[in-house]
């Protein structure tokens, strides 16, 4: 019997996952995806389910990601209008609050700049009766209301849309698959699948380990997976996906370092790898 062999295998089935298959499919490489469960059905159901950029992240100059993340923004509102919709957010500014109306409205002003041509409305302040006459919203003290624009998605539908565009690309995109044993080869993996009981055995240039919250689980089912990760992984920490950036919130195990070095450049500093590249709405 032939083994079928893959250039990319990808763990898990949330937008990462799928990003990253939809990415991979559309530059031609064979791509399988894998995910335990269902799509979306772990951190990528489970989230605040808004495409920000970051407004927090100004107070600390970080502006090229909020910037990077507002690019995305507005690739994500024109390629999937549908499923990505304006949501206009309103800030009280009390007088005791460390941050003052003036400071703020200039943060929120930055954040227009940075966002400049995605069509959203400006930031600004509501009319003081308008703010009067907001239900529920506590009046001592209040020095202004602010306003803004973020989006708002559901983040379920977002991944299973991503997952079956990387599909329509010819990826293979298969749900309640577990990858249970990952072996090294001499230029490459062995991946064993366990579909619903049969286990199935693959092969592959090169893996991904999008696995989330379980990466460290994905690390620690073989010793080729990246130094660091393993390291990660013997020492138990837990995997902060909120707090990685693009690069670290997928691993890639690669058995030759001079390719891994290649397909990473290829995926270098990507939210929601493709979405620049492939201007077809997922
Ligand atoms: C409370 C909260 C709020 C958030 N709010 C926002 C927000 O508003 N906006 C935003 O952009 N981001 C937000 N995030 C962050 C965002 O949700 C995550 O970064 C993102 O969902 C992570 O996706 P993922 O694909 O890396 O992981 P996951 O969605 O967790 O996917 C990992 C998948 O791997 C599968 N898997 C694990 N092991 C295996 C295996 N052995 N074989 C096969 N499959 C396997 C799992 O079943 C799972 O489906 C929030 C996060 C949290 C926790």
């Known amino acids: 019997m032939t083994t ?3 250039d990319l295998v990808i763990i898990g089935g949330g937008i990462h996952g799928a990003a990253v298959a939809r990415d991979a499919a559309g530059r031609g490489l064979k791509v399988l995806l894998a995910e335990k469960g269902d799509y979306a059905c772990a951190t990528s159901s489970n989230s605040s389910k808004l495409i920000h950029g970051g407004l927090r992240y100004l107070e600390h100059l970080e502006l090229k990601l909020v910037r990077e993340s507002l690019v995305e923004r507005a690739e994500l509102l024109r390629a999937a209008p549908h499923l990505v919709t304006p949501l206009k957010f309103l800030l009280p500014i009390y007088d005791w609050q460390t ?6 409205h200039a943060g929120l002003t930055l954040y227009d700049l940075l966002s400049m041509g995605d069509g959203l409305p400006a930031s600004g302040r509501v009319s003081s009766a308008e703010a009067e006459s907001l239900p529920y919203l506590r009046q001592d003290h209040l020095s202004a209301v602010l306003h803004y624009h973020d989006c708002q ?4 539908r977002l991944t299973l849309a991503v997952a079956l565009d990387a599909r329509a690309r010819g990826a293979d995109i298969l749900n309640r698959r577990a990858v249970i044993a990952i072996a090294a080869l001499e230029n490459g993996y062995a991946v064993e699948l366990d579909e619903r009981g049969q286990k199935r055995r693959i092969e592959t240039r090169f893996i991904v380990n999008a696995a989330g919250p379980y990466a460290p689980q994905v690390d620690a089912l073989t010793e080729a997976a990246p130094e660091s990760a393993t390291a990660a992984a013997r020492a138990r920490q837990p995997y902060r996906a909120a707090d990685a950036g693009p690069a670290r919130t997928v691993r890639l195990y690669a058995a030759r370092r001079r390719r891994a070095h290649r397909v990473r450049h290829a995926m270098a500093g990507r939210a929601l790898p493709g979405h620049r590249h492939h201007r ?3």
């Open 280 to 282: 077809r709405p997922p």
């Open 99 to 104: 941050r003052s109306a003036w400071l703020v």
């Open 4 to 6: 079928e062999t893959f």
């Open 153 to 156: 998605t559901d983040d379920a």
